[in-house]
């Protein structure tokens, strides 16, 4: 049992790239989100997923798109990188909200120069 | 708007010390109020977490007290440890929204 898996998990980009961030989960979780982790500002929800082709927007969305084709993955992909979105991301899931609390993956340290 | 305001932002005790974070929050909705601890290089994890219902949860060392009329959980720390200096965070959760918003954090130091 893997738990939530995230890769890569260092990356430097340069301004204006496009990546994809990869989040894996293998405990059939239907919860899922993104979030950033900047100093100072503790974790900011990016976007978030209820279930399988339903995502929604957190409170930081803007340069970030999210899809959900299956349960088990949850890609983040930056569009047009920038300085600004230099940051540790962090995915998470959960089994049902409220009720067993959240698994975090490692992270993914991005650099943006 | 869901509002979650953290206290202290950070603080440093001694071994044996009891360090008390607390947690305020608006949303009256909430009935899920759990603490992440998270260590450097590390993705948060769940430590503890407690339900409206009660007024104080104990899991080993830590201690969840809950006061319902404040709008406010605190964590507690017992006989802390220098493996318990990690950054802690509240994430209360419920009603209608499926989003969940942290605290800003406390980073918490124990000094040998």
């Known amino acids: 049992n893997a738990g939530v898996t995230q890769t890569p998990k260092f990356q430097v980009l340069k301004t204006g790239q496009s990546m994809t961030l990869q989040c894996a989960q293998d405990?059939?979780?239907?919860?899922m989100s993104w979030y950033r982790q900047d100093p100072g500002m503790g974790l900011r929800l990016i976007h978030y997923s209820v279930g399988a082709g339903i995502t929604d927007q957190g409170e930081v969305p803007n340069g970030y798109n999210v899809s959900r084709s299956t349960t088990e993955d949850f890609p983040l992909r930056l569009l047009s990188a920038a300085p600004s979105q230099t940051s540790v991301y962090f995915c998470?899931?959960?089994?049902?909200?409220?009720?067993?609390?959240?698994?975090f993956g490692s992270g993914t340290r991005l650099t943006v120069v | 708007q869901q509002q979650v305001k953290q206290s202290p932002q950070s603080l440093i005790v001694q071994k044996g010390g009891i360090p008390i974070i607390n947690c305020a929050y608006e949303n009256t909705a909430f009935d899920y109020f759990p603490w992440y601890q998270q260590f450097p290089g590390k993705g948060p994890a769940l430590l503890i977490a407690?339900?409206?219902?009660?007024s104080e949860k104990k899991e080993g060392r830590f201690t969840i007290s809950f006061n319902k009329s404040a709008k406010q959980f605190s964590l507690h720390i017992m006989d802390s440890q220098p493996g318990d200096s990690a950054t802690y965070f509240c994430a209360p959760e419920g009603g209608a929204t499926n989003k969940l918003i942290f605290g800003t954090g406390t980073l918490l130091a124990v000094q040998p």
């Open positions: 407690i339900r409206p219902d009660v």
């Open positions: 998470a899931s959960t089994l049902r909200p409220g009720v067993y609390g959240y698994t």
């Open positions: 405990m059939n979780h239907e919860y």
